[in-house]
């Protein structure tokens, strides 16, 4: 089975700033990868997928990239609605699609 | 709108059984693939099943393999997952997800609790 791996597993960050996160796959995956938002209590939401596509609906602040094993969340300027718990998903391996085990982001 | 709406939840003993419901509406739902991931407590998120949109392919992950059975009814908008054998390990809030770009519509979700 393919494992991502996430990191950092938690990060605190101030409104404004600029925000990476890393998804590394344990094989490659193409571009068959998707980051979900998710809220204490709430279900995960499509922020992206096709590793840079951005779901319609979502803010323009929040763009990805990569291919192959190492994959990319940024969100270019942190705003407060957006401390979540970030996740990335990978397709390729069908029909066992994991998640990595995500990203906390605070408020510092 | 798309909308998911999960039922069926509650708590069981280990051992039993239950039979989770995902109602949707706002789509084609009989063109879509459906899918059941979980959450447990605190933790992060677990694929856990998977149907093609004429159930032709059905797919399991290992961990619920034998227990689970995914289905669907297309003329009722429904999917659903019946869940056998339940362990303590299987408590989690279970979400229905669509098929689309990757998953991109989501139920709320239902706790299952399995616990003497």
């Known amino acids: 089975d393919i494992q991502l791996t996430q990191s950092p597993s938690f990060l605190s960050a101030s409104v404004g700033d600029r925000v990476t996160i890393t998804c590394r796959a344990s094989q490659g995956i193409s571009s068959y990868l998707a980051w979900y938002q998710q809220k204490p209590g709430k279900a995960p939401k499509l922020l992206i997928y096709a590793a840079s596509t951005l779901q319609s609906g979502v803010p323009s602040r929040f763009s990805g990239s990569g291919s192959g094993t190492e994959f990319t969340l940024t969100i270019s300027s942190l705003q407060p609605e957006d401390f979540a718990t970030y996740y990335c998903q990978q397709l390729n391996s069908y029909p066992s699609w994991t998640f990595g085990q995500g990203t906390k982001v605070e408020i510092k | 709108e798309v909308q998911l709406v999960e039922s069926g939840g509650g708590l069981v003993k280990p051992g039993g059984s239950l039979r989770l419901s995902c109602a949707a509406s706002g789509f084609t739902f009989s063109s879509y693939s459906m899918n059941w991931v979980r959450q447990a407590p605190g933790k992060g998120l677990e694929w856990v099943s998977s149907i093609s949109s004429s159930s032709s392919y059905i797919y399991y992950a290992d961990s619920v393999k034998g227990r689970f059975t995914i289905s669907r009814d297309n003329a009722k908008n429904s999917l659903y997952l019946q869940m056998n054998s339940l362990r303590a390990e299987d408590t989690a809030v279970y979400y229905c997800?669509?098929?689309?770009?990757?998953?991109?519509?989501w139920g709320q979700g239902t706790l299952v609790t399995v616990s003497s």
């Open positions: 997800a669509r098929s689309g770009n990757s998953f991109d519509y």
